[in-house]
C-alpha cells in the first residue's frame, strides 16, 4: 500500500537554528514528491516538486532533497514567519488511493 | 489572477442532512480534485473531476459525490451527514497534463461541522 510517513510530528526552534523535516515514502510509481506549507485555517501552498533520486530544490530558507526512500526539507536558520505545517504528498501512477497521497506533516513553530 | 476559490467558507450542518460545496479552479486549469483534512492530519483524496467526469476515487463511500461544470468549476455533494464528516474539504486544481511538474493549486477551504 503507498504510504508516507512525516517525522517529527512537531519540531520546535529557536529564530536561527537550522533543523530537518523527514518524509519517508512507499509508492509503486512515482512521478513526484511534493512539499507544501499550510498555515492554521488555510489550505496547502505549494513549495516544491521532487521527481528523482539526487534532485535538489531551494526557496529561500527552505532546501528539499530527495532519495530512493525518503525526502528531506532543510530550514536554513528559521524566522519566526516560518512557523506552519509542513506537508509531503506523493504522485502515484493512480490506482484506487488517487492521485496525492500526504503525510500527516510536521507542525514547526520557531520562537524569536 | 485568481486562484481556487471555494464556498463557503464555513458550514454548520446537522446530522443526516445533505451538503453542497463549490470550487471554482484557477484559471487555466482544467482538473479540480477534492480533498477531506481532519483536524491534525493530512489531506485525504476523495475524487478527481477532469472532462465533466470522475476519473478517480479514494476510499470514501457513495454519500460523497461530485460533479464538474463546462466552466470547469466543481461540487461536492455529501447526503446523510455524520458527525465524522466534520473537517475541512479542500479543492484542489491543476492543468491534467502538467500536475507533475506543477503540482495542485489548493484553495482555502471549506470548514464543515457536523452536529
Known amino acids: 500500500e503507498d504510504q508516507v510517513t512525516q517525522s517529527p510530528e512537531a519540531l520546535r526552534l529557536q529564530e536561527g537554528e537550522s533543523s530537518s523535516l523527514n518524509c519517508s515514502y512507499t509508492?509503486?510509481?512515482?512521478?513526484?514528491l511534493f512539499w507544501y506549507r499550510q498555515d492554521p485555517g488555510k489550505g496547502p501552498e505549494f513549495l516544491f516538486t521532487l521527481y528523482s533520486a539526487g534532485e535538489e530544490k531551494e526557496k529561500e530558507r527552505l532546501k528539499a532533497t530527495l532519495t530512493k526512500k525518503e525526502s528531506f526539507l532543510h530550514i536554513t536558520a528559521p524566522k519566526p514567519e516560518d512557523s506552519a505545517t509542513y506537508l509531503c504528498?506523493?504522485?502515484?501512477?493512480?490506482?484506487?488511493?488517487?492521485?496525492?497521497?500526504f503525510g500527516k506533516g510536521t507542525k514547526l513553530s520557531v520562537k524569536p | 489572477d485568481a486562484g481556487v476559490t471555494q464556498s463557503p467558507t464555513h458550514l454548520i450542518k446537522t446530522r443526516g442532512q445533505q451538503v453542497t460545496l463549490r470550487c471554482s479552479p484557477k484559471?487555466?486549469?482544467?482538473?479540480v480534485s477534492w480533498y477531506q483534512q481532519a483536524l491534525g492530519q493530512g489531506p485525504q483524496f476523495i475524487f478527481q473531476?477532469?472532462?465533466?467526469?470522475?476519473?478517480q476515487r479514494g476510499n470514501f463511500p457513495d454519500r460523497f459525490s461530485g460533479h464538474q461544470f463546462p466552466n470547469y468549476s466543481s461540487e461536492l455533494n455529501v447526503n446523510a451527514l455524520l458527525l465524522g464528516d466534520s473537517a475541512l474539504y479542500l479543492c484542489?486544481?491543476?492543468?491534467?497534463?502538467?500536475?507533475?511538474?506543477?503540482?495542485?493549486?489548493f484553495g482555502s477551504g471549506t470548514r464543515l461541522t457536523v452536529v
Open positions: 509508492v509503486s510509481g512515482l512521478r513526484g
Open positions: 484542489a486544481s491543476t492543468n491534467f497534463r502538467d500536475s507533475p511538474i506543477y503540482g495542485y493549486t
Open positions: 473531476y477532469y472532462e465533466e467526469e470522475e476519473r
Open positions: 484559471s487555466g486549469h482544467d482538473t
Open positions: 504528498a506523493v504522485l502515484n501512477y493512480g490506482g484506487s488511493q488517487g492521485n496525492l497521497i
